[in-house]
């Protein structure tokens, strides 16, 4: 593959994902500054965003610290959470078959809900496996870049940012602007109606296990939806 070929599949990555990444912004800097509001130190708010990098799970782990939660239970939450990055991984996995282990480990690091869905929709039309890890980190790179600073800048002014200014639903809007587009048919959109639901009923159980029963729920009616539909 040559330079040309990388770099166009690196661009065609990020413009896909720069839409996206207007929604991050707010979740970044609300990440950062909920951190400060809740006594963590900044350099340990920042390791918290490089090392865990999950927007979700990392907004949860800064709720439980502030609320002196045991780190047993923070650490389970943001594993819980986290699941389905593994069925991410194991939906992902036969696009990148061919490189090796190592080669793979700085690409799971980098998956996000926003990489997964702009990925796995493209790979389907790609052309190599080659062109397919260019394009994965075009969409996950900058997404990566643009989360740090914005965190970093969330933590230091973080104090400075109004009450009054309600920045908490760029979470809810970030995750329903990846749901949206993904919608294509009766499967898909059973699997969003069951889940969604199922994890909006299932909010109250502990150690947000509503979000992992939504997901499965999601994948189980997606699969009857899917097998109604071949009948």
């Known amino acids: 593959m040559t330079s040309l070929a990388r770099r166009a599949s ?3 990555g990020a413009r896909a994902v720069a839409p996206i990444m207007v929604g991050i912004v707010p979740f970044g800097l609300l990440a950062g500054a909920t951190a400060v509001a809740v006594g963590i130190d900044p350099l340990q708010a920042v390791g918290m965003s490089v090392f865990i ?3 979700a799970s990392q907004l949860a782990a800064i709720d439980l610290v502030g609320g002196d939660a045991p780190a047993v239970v923070v650490v389970a939450t943001v594993l819980i959470i986290n699941l389905r990055m593994s069925m991410y991984s ?10 090796r282990t190592l080669a793979r480990v700085p690409l799971a690091y980098l998956l996000t809900d926003q990489a997964y869905a702009l990925a796995v929709t493209r790979f389907g039309e790609e ?7 260019w394009y994965y980190l075009g969409a996950a790179l900058p997404l990566w870049v643009v989360w740090q600073l914005c965190t970093v800048v969330g933590i230091v002014a973080g ?17 329903l602007a990846l749901l949206v587009p993904a919608i294509e048919g009766r499967a898909t959109a059973a699997a969003a109606a069951v889940g969604g639901g199922v994890a909006v009923v299932g909010a109250g159980l502990p150690f947000n296990l509503g979000l992992v029963v939504g997901a499965l729920c999601g994948i189980a009616g997606g699969m009857v939806a899917d097998g109604v539909g071949d009948e």
């Open 90 to 99: 194991a939906s992902l996995a036969p696009y990148f078959d061919r490189l």
């Open 127 to 133: 052309e190599g496996p080659r062109s397919r890890t």
């Open 10 to 12: 690196f661009l065609a």
């Open 53 to 55: 990098f999950a927007g």
């Open 159 to 175: 104090a400075a940012v109004p009450e009054s200014i309600p920045i908490d639903f760029a979470v809810p809007l970030t995750f």
